[in-house]
């Protein structure tokens, strides 16, 4: 299986995973309060990550996916406020060690979706309260993994985050209040900030990881234009305006000056999956429409990749660019394939016009626990099996077309 398109040695191959999706739920995660209350589907060890990494890193390497960006659990560390659980401290230095003796270069995350059950229902919305603990906690994982990790993405998509937690109120601490969504969503952008900047200090790149949605008017009215406009400020216009004037302007609050955000990112990490409508009550459709929905009720359509490198390369000229997540879930492979092989064609076709494109990390590596939706959506190149699926033989064609041992980009 040859690929058709070019991609520099340089390109950074990876899989992305989070800490809850592939270990389970922390004892002392708030996600777990959850689970027990009957509230949400079990996890149980996720995907056996926690006990099977060597396997999969070896696996990973096998087929030229020398990055992995995974989690370093916040409740896992700390499970009791200011104390610390040396046995998952020792634990996460292990992972990361096997991580490099494999010839992975892991990046870290420190938080997707799942918070300390000790921290509260305010969460990152309760961010003067948050504060200094985040900031401590991020400060001993900087000094205790950062000569191991090869670069960090400190939140992962802080308005999937926010949406999801205090206004569908479908994930912790299941909210349904506007207000408290914006005062959310303010909060974990930024504790995104404050970890960015103590992790800059390590000399390690920094990315974002946002996601990204190109959106379309679900009808003529004007509702359904203001609806969409107020939503592309949350979704993008909120942290660009941030990454580029130093202000953070979340919609009806009171715009914060952060005048080195600009500086502390070295990367603009980003998720994509699909494009959608938006209906004049703010509600989501597929895009484009009359395409086949998948099982997460969105089109996987590759042409909004390039719609989002190119607002990006617009927006934020001279950034450099990273697609930290690009997935479908779908128990059909071929679907996944032709999907991944339409969106490396559309990344190549960005990198000949000149887009400063570092790589491309699949969602995810083996099949996890897809959160609300348990184990019945898969995501992987390979099955909870270590079976490697079609489209793992795919993207090792292009991963391993040029050396996979070659050296790195220098660090931004």
């Known amino acids: 299986m040859t690929p058709a398109h070019e991609f520099p040695e340089s390109f950074w191959w990876g899989t992305g995973a989070s800490s809850p999706q592939s270990e389970g739920a922390a004892p002392a995660s708030d996600w777990l309060a959850w689970e027990r209350a009957g509230r949400l589907p079990a996890s149980g060890d996720g995907n056996g990550f926690g006990t099977r990494f060597r396997e999969d890193f070896e696996l990973y390497a096998a087929h030229g996916l020398t990055h992995h960006r995974m989690g370093i659990e916040w409740a896992r560390i700390e499970p009791e406020d200011g104390v610390r659980d040396p046995v998952a401290v020792e634990h996460y230095r292990t992972v990361l060690e096997a991580a490099r003796e494999a010839g992975i270069e892991p990046w870290a995350c420190l938080h997707h979706f799942v918070l300390p059950d000790w921290v509260g229902d305010g969460g990152f919305r309760d961010w003067k309260a948050i504060r200094d603990r985040w900031c401590r906690h991020v400060e001993f994982v900087a000094e205790t993994y950062g000569d191991l990790v090869a670069g960090w993405k400190p939140i992962n998509e802080p308005i999937a985050y926010a949406l999801a937690g205090f206004l569908s109120g479908h994930r912790p601490p299941g909210e349904h209040d506007r207000a408290l969504m914006l005062e959310a969503l303010e909060g974990i952008h930024l504790a995104k900030y404050e970890a960015a900047r103590i992790l800059h200090q390590t000399g390690k790149p920094v990315a974002t990881i946002h996601v990204l949605i190109p959106m379309f008017p679900g009808d003529s009215t004007p509702s359904s234009a203001a609806a969409l406009e107020e939503l592309d400020q949350l979704v993008w216009g909120c942290w660009i305006g941030a ?54 009720g969105y089109v996987p359509w590759s042409g909004g990749l390039g719609l989002v490198l190119d607002r990006l390369a617009r927006e934020l000229p001279g950034r450099p660019l990273l697609v930290s997540e690009h997935g479908v879930g779908t128990h059909d492979d071929e679907m996944r394939s032709a999907f991944l092989k339409e969106s490396l064609g559309v990344v190549s076709d960005r990198l000949t016009a000149g887009l400063d494109i570092r790589g491309f990390f699949h969602w995810t590596g083996v099949d996890n626990y897809e959160w609300n939706r348990a184990f019945d959506v898969p995501f992987g190149l390979f099955d909870r099996d270590r079976r490697p699926k079609g489209s793992a033989a795919l993207l090792r064609s292009y991963a391993l077309r040029h050396d996979a041992l070659a050296p790195a980009r220098p660090a931004v």
Not at 260 to 287: H, M, Q, R, W
């Open 243 to 296: 990454l580029r004037d130093g202000v953070l302007q979340i919609p009806h609050r009171t715009p914060v000056e952060v005048p080195d955000y600009p500086e502390v990112f070295d990367l603009v990490g980003f998720s994509y999956y699909f494009s959608a409508t938006v209906g004049a009550d703010g509600k989501l459709g597929p895009y484009p429409p009359g395409a086949e929905v998948g099982l997460m």
